[in-house]
């Protein structure tokens, strides 16, 4: 019977998936669970491993009683390494370990119970090979925060591209709504939650370092202090206590020195700031693992515990890093007009304009001979700097900087993904005033088709169309019809044609106005009704 209902490859298993969810009916919905389960239990280990059996299961877990779990659960444990190590056997103890929480309080549940806690048991002796697999690591972290009986959803928690079996988008949507964020467990999962506690600490520098196994200690850092708060701060120190034993490797130095030297600190400002960085800490921040790990230390440490860590290790060298220049364009003054560049492509002023050995000051730009470098690139992380600043009280810098550049760098900012949410910040700031907005916008004229035929620069487009007034919008609409054969057959310009009214406004120019002027009025009508 089992050869029955499971063969017949993959095809089959699809059928039966979708079988199960054009079951409406809650009786028999119930009974095919029942019956598709009580198959299962005699080939759960090899059901849960292949990958047509592995998603019916997924599927059905969800509707399981505490009695047919449990009977899932029994021919796995055996071979719990290997199912939680296999990409789809992961899966399926995911699936059931979720499951149990939602049974514990119901009749017959004494028996799972006493399953999970032997298959987190399990995990806990053997805690490093389980946190270090790719696939094993996601049933760990699913596991620790079912004994802790709290869902967090942080990075650790879904894991890092690479750990693991990508899940469909549309099945993380459903998991991280499904259920709630905390539930009630019995004592029993947190007095191993707390054992695990001992676990991490004999190895406490593998989940450190380690990329995969470093979410598992982050995720545990997380249920802890929500749910026992001085278990937290006793794995924090352990963490803070090994990272500061540590004599970092010269390489490590090395890298901080090149930092210092590639943005061409000055000598004073490299030799106080080299001196001061004498906290392990500070050199273990450049590491991208152990900075992941850290940062959930302070995230999740008490402010006591924070004090003293500030007193300990950062004390002095935090204000050395914060006051030294990052991009050496403030003095002499007649450098802050290319602030802008500099920020969006996080490069100091000696790179990015390029000067030679022993010149140390550049002309003003009006007095340069040759034009300046254009901007090649936009960074994430600068682009979030210049954001950021444009919602300052005072934004006047920024703004002389982004009117000064030429239209081809405005236009190499707005086509970027990270750079064209600059322009968001530019149109939304209310402390950007209009006149310097308009001198920034004003820079992208001559240049709207080569915006609009771009997947960002279109969506920028759009939003300066938005908040455009009449005879912007006219101005806008002029320089874009004349290309409307163009615009009609690009991706993306194409909806530009269609947002804009484009063949309205060169075949029927006063409906396109009075259109226009109605749409004005009524953004106007609803600000005021929402400022009141």
Request: aromatic share 6%.
């Amino acid at each position: 019977m089992a050869t029955q209902l499971w063969g017949g490859g993959g095809q089959r298993q699809e059928i039966r998936v979708q079988t199960l969810n054009l079951l409406d009916l809650k009786e028999r919905r119930g009974l095919f669970v029942t019956n598709v389960l009580e198959e299962a239990v005699g080939s759960a280990l090899p059901l849960a491993l292949d990958p047509s059996g592995s998603l019916l299961l997924q599927a059905l877990l969800p509707e399981a009683s505490p009695t047919q779990l449990a009977q899932l659960l029994c021919p796995l444990l055996p071979a719990l390494r290997q199912a939680a190590c296999h990409p789809c056997g992961a899966h399926v103890l995911e699936a059931a370990l979720l499951r149990a929480p939602r049974l514990l309080g119901r009749e017959g549940a004494g028996k799972l119970e006493e399953l999970v806690l032997q298959l987190g048991g399990a995990v806990r002796e053997e805690l490093g090979t389980f946190a270090r697999d790719p696939h094993a690591s996601f049933v760990v972290r699913t596991l620790l925060q079912v004994l802790g009986g709290v869902r967090v959803g942080s990075d650790a928690a879904r894991g890092l591209s690479g750990t693991g079996p990508p899940a469909p988008r549309k099945k993380r949507a459903e998991a991280e709504s499904e259920g709630p964020v905390e539930f009630e467990v019995p004592d029993s999962f947190l007095a191993l939650l707390q054992e695990f506690i001992a676990a991490f600490q004999e190895n406490i520098a593998e989940f450190i370092t380690h990329r995969v196994a470093s979410l598992c200690l982050q995720v545990a850092l997380e249920v802890l202090h929500r749910k026992l708060p001085e278990a937290c701060a006793e794995l924090c120190s352990s963490v803070i206590g090994y990272l500061s034993s540590r004599n970092p490797s010269a390489g490590c130095r090395n890298g901080v020195q090149q930092v210092v030297i590639g943005c061409k600190v000055c000598h004073d400002g490299a030799q106080r700031l080299l001196s001061s960085c004498l906290s392990p800490l500070l050199v273990f921040l450049k590491d991208p693992v152990c900075s992941r790990v850290l940062d959930k230390v302070l995230e999740v440490s008490a402010r006591r515990a924070l004090r003293a860590l500030y007193r300990q290790h950062f004390r002095g060298q935090l204000r050395a890093l914060a006051g030294h220049g990052a991009f050496h364009c403030w003095e002499p003054p007649t450098r802050r007009v290319a602030c802008a560049p500099l920020f969006a492509s996080l490069l100091p002023y000696e790179v990015y304009y390029a000067l030679g050995e022993g010149q140390e000051v550049q002309p003003p730009l009006e007095e340069q001979p040759d034009p300046p470098p254009a901007l090649a690139s936009v960074s994430l992380h600068g682009s979030l700097l210049l954001q950021h600043l444009l919602h300052f009280a005072d934004p006047s810098p920024v703004l002389r900087s982004l009117a000064a550049l030429p239209p081809s760098d405005l236009v190499t900012l707005a086509c970027s993904p990270a750079g064209s949410h600059v322009y968001d910040a530019l149109l939304a700031s209310p402390s950007v005033p209009r006149k310097p907005r308009r001198k920034v916008l004003r820079g992208l004229q001559g240049h709207y088709v080569s915006l609009a035929c771009n997947k960002h620069g279109s969506r920028v487009l759009d939003a300066i169309w938005s908040r455009a007034t009449l005879p912007a919008k006219r101005q806008i609409a002029q320089e874009l019809a004349e290309q409307e054969k163009q615009l009609r057959n690009d991706p993306f310009g194409h909806h530009l044609v269609r947002n804009f009214a484009l063949t309205h406004f060169l075949n029927r120019r006063r409906d396109w106005d009075r259109h226009q002027e109605a749409e004005t009025k009524r953004k106007e009508l609803f600000a005021e009704i929402l400022e009141d």
